[in-house]
């Protein structure tokens, strides 16, 4: 089983659509959970990240974590064009850790 | 400020053929990560430096991978005897000297994007 389990998706929404996005992990030893975007043939940059259970907001995007569960998922309101890229699920153990990566799930918002 | 650096951009090389791909960090960053992404997966883990030194190398698939980083600012991942299989994208990153306050942000280069043929 892999650490880290992701929707491939692709994915794709009319613009305005709410996204849900999700990953499950088995290793309850992460600490830190994160949302990567990368665009097309660019590197990934960091959307939002968390250390507790609960949910984290920061203006359209929502991040949620449920370590009961192992389960965290990003949501997205009134998604824009702009938002398609690839969307990259990540968990550390530590801070200066290596990053474990789901596969991620490729997000298509048409206008 | 300038971002992670990654050179070549690009690189073609046949099989059995030697590569090196280069890292400029961010500066003032102390640790560096070397990545691999394959098509349509997510980036897997090579190697990570704290300094000069590998803090942890185990993500390294197999003794044809090698990566350096001699004066902790630049680093080169060295791929010998490349084969079909290494084509991916390699991606650097970099981040500050933790400050014991929450996820010591990774910030990713664009990558370079190796084809063995």
């Known amino acids: ?111 | 400020g300038a971002g992670v650096s990654q050179t070549p951009s690009n690189k073609v090389t046949e099989k059995g053929k030697y590569v090196e791909l280069r890292c400029d960090p961010i500066s003032g960053h102390t640790a560096l990560y070397w990545y691999r992404q394959s098509l349509g997966q997510g980036p897997e883990f090579l190697i990570y430096f704290q300094g000069t030194g590998a803090a942890d190398d185990s993500g390294l698939p197999n003794d044809r991978f090698f990566a350096v980083r001699p004066e902790g600012s630049v680093s080169t991942l060295k791929i010998q005897r490349t084969e079909r299989g290494d084509s991916a994208v390699y991606l650097c990153a970099s981040s500050p000297p933790g400050g014991g306050k929450g996820y010591n942000e990774q910030f990713f280069g664009p990558g370079t994007r190796l084809t063995v043929l």
């Not at chain 1, 650490?3 to 830190?32: H, K, M, R, W």
């Not at chain 1, 259970?53 to 203006?59: A, W």
Request: glycine content about 8%; aromatic content about 14%.
């Open chain 1, 1 to 111: 089983q892999k650490e880290v389990e992701q929707d491939p998706g692709p994915l794709s929404v009319p613009e305005g659509a709410i996204v849900s996005l999700n990953c499950t992990y088995s290793n309850s030893a992460f600490q830190y959970f994160m949302w990567y975007r990368q665009y097309s043939r660019k590197g990934p940059e960091l959307l939002m990240y968390t250390y507790s259970s609960g949910n984290k907001e920061d203006g359209r995007f929502t991040a949620q974590v449920d370590k009961s569960s192992k389960y965290i998922s990003l949501f997205i309101r009134d998604s824009q064009p702009s938002d398609s890229a690839t969307y990259l699920c990540a968990h550390i153990y530590n801070q200066g850790g290596k990053l474990i990566f789901g596969q991620g799930t490729e997000l298509s918002v048409k206008p």
